[in-house]
């Protein structure tokens, strides 16, 4: 770990240490870049794995995870 000096918006950063109950800037920002990191990854996933349609109905569903 290093230490970065960057320029921030206070009162964006006041914002997100509010939403998250975060103590400190540290802690505020660290959660910030770890949901940028995880948001990318979902939809590196998504990307990879495409989409589909699928045609359950609720119960259809449930027999299906209660099957597993």
Known sequence: MRKTTVLIDEKLLADAMEAIGARTKKEAIRAGLEALVKHHHR??????????????????????????
């Open 43 to 68: 939809q590196s996933l998504q990307k990879e794995l495409g989409t589909f349609d699928i045609d359950l109905n609720l119960e259809e569903l449930e027999r299906l995870r209660n099957d597993e």
